[in-house]
């Protein structure tokens, strides 16, 4: 979509790296993560989401079932 992520849970971020790693902080965390983004027509909103990484004791983390 045109829309321009503004901050991760309450963090501003410049840039797609500091998007990804504000997502990998989410998921390494509690898996919710709170999206401040503007629209192409200038409107601010939240966007909520639950993101999921399942694990196994002494594994990489993998793709939950």
């Known amino acids: ?3 321009e992520i ?8 410049a ?3 500091q998007v990804v790693f504000g997502l ?5 965390s509690d898996g919710q993560v709170a999206l401040a983004v503007r629209g192409k027509d200038g409107a601010t909103r939240v966007a909520r989401l639950a993101v999921q990484m399942c694990r196994q004791a002494g594994t990489a ?3 939950c079932p």
Do not use: I, K, Y
């Open 1 to 3: 979509s045109d829309d």
């Open 6 to 13: 503004l901050a991760v849970n309450g963090h501003r971020v």
């Open 15 to 17: 840039g797609t790296s």
């Open 24 to 28: 990998l902080d989410a998921m390494s």
């Open 61 to 63: 983390p993998r793709q």
